[in-house]
């Protein structure tokens, strides 16, 4: 083995990092220059827009046609199924000027098409080079700058160093939505980068009003939040609480009462809340203290633990229950399923993001639950 074949296989992590890094900061890109869109996330091709499909590839080494024949092919065998589509190879080759854009020849696509594995009409190849352009485009550095210029636009960031913290939050979000959702459920927008960045910001605000100003007046400011509007009762709304070892579930009880009796109302329309319970939480024995405290739930098992249905949680057979209570592993599902009017985050040390189709989202540094009787 050569030592430039050695050296590369000993780099595979460090590329392999790297590349994922690239398309984190190409999916940024997308949603700033889109957005009133959806971007999708490793769907049919690592990038989607409607009808509209992208491979992101970076390499350090000159440009050929075998570098580019795996992403093609992708995209090709896409095309075969779906000829409505347009497509873009994203990417960067150290010998080629960033802003370059061309198609493929028709000797080109012969030879990647050469191994191609599958039956095709031969008349397809030729439509799919109208369809298909290769974009070459920054290197990794100067479209990490890029990115950071355009999230201190929009988000009005003080300096570079703020710039690069909100960046780290938002590659944060891209990988939270690829690896929680299915194929077809990863999207960003720059909506959900706002919520993810606002969502940063309040629990930094939080953590320097309590250091600055006292828990007890944080409490109070919090408890404005939860008294100076009206309840919506027809609102989907999701309370999450982080637990510990130390976490007392008669307090979680006191809280699950409350927050029953405060929302929960059966008059036409009513919406039971939803509440969940993540970090190292005892859930069997919090839901046991929960039913005997007076807190009715409905945790879409039916009786005596039985399977967990989905549909049952979000649509119970039985009406009389003004709670529902859903794992943290079945989380990801019901947030597809269900479209959440008010996301409230209870935490002691990490806050949680915001989902991304939550409407309205309120982040609240607790020490205690117990401190919740002040609050809600």
Not at 73 to 87: E, H, K, P, V
Not at 146 to 175: K, N, P
Request: glycine share 6%; charged share 25%.
């Amino acid at each position: 083995m050569s030592g430039t074949a050695v050296k590369r296989e000993r780099d595979g992590g460090h590329h392999a990092i790297k590349g994922f890094a690239y398309q984190f900061d190409a999916s940024l890109l997308r949603a700033f220059d889109n957005p009133y869109s959806t971007v999708e996330l490793e769907g049919k091709q690592d990038l989607s827009l409607e009808n509209y499909h992208i491979q992101v590839k970076h390499r350090t080494d000159r440009f050929s046609i075998s570098a580019i024949a795996p992403a093609v092919q992708l995209m090709f065998r896409q095309f075969i199924s779906d000829n409505g589509c347009q497509f873009l190879l994203h990417c960067h080759f150290a010998d080629q000027e960033p802003g370059l854009e061309r198609e493929l020849t028709a000797q080109e696509l012969e030879r990647i098409l050469a191994g191609f594995p599958e039956e095709f009409d031969k008349s397809i190849s030729a439509k799919f080079l109208s369809v298909c352009r290769i974009g070459f485009r920054s290197n990794y550095i100067d479209q990490f700058n890029e990115v950071l210029a355009r999230i201190s636009q929009h988000f009005h960031t003080r300096d570079v160093d703020e710039a690069c913290y909100f960046h780290a939050i938002l590659h944060g979000h891209v990988r939270d939505i690829i690896l929680s959702n299915p194929i077809g459920g990863r999207n960003i927008s720059l909506r959900s980068l706002r919520a993810a960045v606002s969502a940063a910001r309040t629990a930094i605000f939080e953590s320097a009003y309590v250091e600055q100003r006292g828990y007890d007046r944080y409490l109070k400011s919090v408890r404005k939040r939860y008294t100076l509007r009206e309840v919506n009762i027809t609102a989907e709304r999701l309370f999450s609480f982080e637990c510990d070892q130390m976490t007392d579930p008669e307090s979680l009880a006191e809280v699950a009462v409350m927050l029953q009796n405060k929302y929960s109302s059966f008059r036409a329309g009513g919406k039971a809340p939803y509440l969940t319970f993540r970090g190292t939480p005892d859930e069997l024995g919090i839901k046991r203290t929960l039913w005997e405290a007076g807190a009715r739930f409905n945790d879409g098992t039916g009786y005596h633990g039985g399977v967990f249905r989905m549909d049952e949680l979000i649509d119970p057979p039985v009406r009389d229950l003004k709670l529902k209570i859903v794992s943290g592993v079945h989380l990801p599902e019901l947030l597809d399923k269900v479209r959440f009017k008010e996301f409230h985050d209870f935490y002691l040390n990490d806050p949680l993001r915001t989902p991304h189709n939550a409407v309205r989202a309120s982040h609240v540094f607790l020490r205690s639950f117990e401190d919740l009787s002040h609050v809600l």
